[in-house]
Nanobody
Framework: QVQLVESGGGLVQAGGSLRLSCAAS????????MGWFRQAPGKEREIVAA????????YSADSVKGRFTISRDNAKNTVYLQMNSLKPEDTAVYYC??????????????????WGQGTQVTVSS
Protein backbone atom coordinates (compact mmCIF):
# COMPACT_ATOMS: atom_id res chain seq x y z
CA GLN A 1 0.00 0.00 0.00
CA VAL A 2 1.00 3.64 -0.39
CA GLN A 3 3.20 4.88 2.43
CA LEU A 4 4.72 8.31 2.97
CA VAL A 5 7.08 8.73 5.89
CA GLU A 6 8.37 12.19 6.83
CA SER A 7 11.49 12.87 8.84
CA GLY A 8 13.78 15.75 9.71
CA GLY A 9 11.54 17.91 11.85
CA GLY A 10 12.61 19.35 15.18
CA LEU A 11 13.23 22.45 17.23
CA VAL A 12 15.31 25.23 15.70
CA GLN A 13 15.99 28.88 16.48
CA ALA A 14 14.70 31.62 14.24
CA GLY A 15 17.00 32.10 11.29
CA GLY A 16 18.05 28.46 11.31
CA SER A 17 17.54 25.71 8.76
CA LEU A 18 16.02 22.26 8.55
CA ARG A 19 15.66 19.74 5.74
CA LEU A 20 12.60 17.56 5.72
CA SER A 21 12.55 14.26 3.86
CA CYS A 22 9.62 12.13 2.78
CA ALA A 23 10.26 8.52 1.78
CA ALA A 24 7.60 7.05 -0.48
CA SER A 25 6.68 3.44 -1.16
CA UNK A 26 3.81 1.42 -2.60
CA UNK A 27 3.51 3.33 -5.86
CA UNK A 28 5.69 4.35 -8.80
CA UNK A 29 7.06 7.53 -7.29
CA UNK A 30 8.43 9.00 -10.52
CA UNK A 31 4.98 9.00 -12.11
CA UNK A 32 3.34 11.44 -9.71
CA UNK A 33 3.47 14.98 -8.38
CA MET A 34 4.27 15.57 -4.73
CA GLY A 35 3.54 18.33 -2.26
CA TRP A 36 4.46 19.61 1.17
CA PHE A 37 1.74 21.05 3.39
CA ARG A 38 1.67 22.38 6.93
CA GLN A 39 -0.87 22.87 9.66
CA ALA A 40 -0.40 25.14 12.65
CA PRO A 41 -2.57 24.82 15.78
CA GLY A 42 -6.01 26.27 15.19
CA LYS A 43 -5.37 26.84 11.50
CA GLU A 44 -6.28 25.03 8.31
CA ARG A 45 -3.81 22.88 6.44
CA GLU A 46 -2.08 24.89 3.72
CA ILE A 47 0.20 24.26 0.78
CA VAL A 48 3.87 25.01 1.27
CA ALA A 49 5.36 23.73 -1.98
CA ALA A 50 4.70 21.26 -4.77
CA UNK A 51 6.77 19.59 -7.47
CA UNK A 52 5.98 17.83 -10.70
CA UNK A 53 6.84 14.20 -11.30
CA UNK A 54 10.07 14.98 -13.12
CA UNK A 55 11.03 17.83 -10.83
CA UNK A 56 11.06 20.29 -13.71
CA UNK A 57 8.33 22.52 -12.29
CA UNK A 58 7.74 23.65 -8.75
CA TYR A 59 5.38 25.85 -6.81
CA SER A 60 6.09 27.69 -3.55
CA ALA A 61 3.61 29.57 -1.40
CA ASP A 62 4.25 33.29 -1.13
CA SER A 63 4.93 32.94 2.59
CA VAL A 64 7.95 30.70 1.98
CA LYS A 65 9.16 31.87 -1.42
CA GLY A 66 12.89 32.52 -1.39
CA ARG A 67 13.34 30.60 1.87
CA PHE A 68 12.06 27.06 1.20
CA THR A 69 12.98 24.79 -1.71
CA ILE A 70 11.25 21.59 -2.73
CA SER A 71 13.16 18.91 -4.61
CA ARG A 72 12.95 15.22 -5.31
CA ASP A 73 15.20 12.25 -6.01
CA ASN A 74 13.26 9.72 -8.06
CA ALA A 75 16.04 7.14 -7.71
CA LYS A 76 15.54 7.26 -3.94
CA ASN A 77 11.74 7.69 -3.98
CA THR A 78 12.17 10.72 -1.78
CA VAL A 79 10.95 14.31 -1.80
CA TYR A 80 12.69 17.01 0.23
CA LEU A 81 11.88 20.39 1.68
CA GLN A 82 14.89 22.56 2.44
CA MET A 83 13.84 25.28 4.87
CA ASN A 84 16.13 28.23 5.45
CA SER A 85 15.73 31.48 7.38
CA LEU A 86 13.04 29.90 9.50
CA LYS A 87 10.61 32.12 11.36
CA PRO A 88 8.43 31.43 14.41
CA GLU A 89 5.39 31.58 12.14
CA ASP A 90 6.73 28.53 10.28
CA THR A 91 5.97 26.44 13.37
CA ALA A 92 3.57 23.68 12.32
CA VAL A 93 3.20 20.01 11.58
CA TYR A 94 4.55 19.43 8.08
CA TYR A 95 3.03 16.76 5.85
CA CYS A 96 4.07 15.36 2.52
CA UNK A 97 1.40 14.23 0.13
CA UNK A 98 1.07 12.47 -3.21
CA UNK A 99 -1.25 13.43 -6.05
CA UNK A 100 -1.90 10.21 -7.92
CA UNK A 101 -4.68 11.63 -10.07
CA UNK A 102 -3.12 13.87 -12.67
CA UNK A 103 0.11 15.20 -14.12
CA UNK A 104 -1.06 18.81 -13.67
CA UNK A 105 0.59 20.47 -10.69
CA UNK A 106 -2.11 21.18 -8.13
CA UNK A 107 -1.95 23.02 -4.83
CA UNK A 108 -5.27 22.29 -3.15
CA UNK A 109 -5.39 20.06 -0.09
CA UNK A 110 -8.27 18.06 -1.55
CA UNK A 111 -6.27 17.31 -4.70
CA UNK A 112 -3.84 15.02 -2.90
CA UNK A 113 -4.73 11.39 -2.40
CA UNK A 114 -2.23 10.14 0.13
CA TRP A 115 -0.64 11.73 3.18
CA GLY A 116 2.18 11.04 5.57
CA GLN A 117 1.81 11.14 9.33
CA GLY A 118 3.50 14.51 9.65
CA THR A 119 6.60 15.84 11.35
CA GLN A 120 6.66 18.69 13.86
CA VAL A 121 8.71 21.79 13.13
CA THR A 122 9.06 24.29 15.96
CA VAL A 123 10.87 27.59 15.48
CA SER A 124 11.75 29.50 18.61
CA SER A 125 12.22 33.26 18.66
Amino acid sequence: QVQLVESGGGLVQAGGSLRLSCAASGFIFSWYNMGWFRQAPGKEREIVAAITLSGSNTYSADSVKGRFTISRDNAKNTVYLQMNSLKPEDTAVYYCAADLSTSKLRIGVSSYNYWGQGTQVTVSS
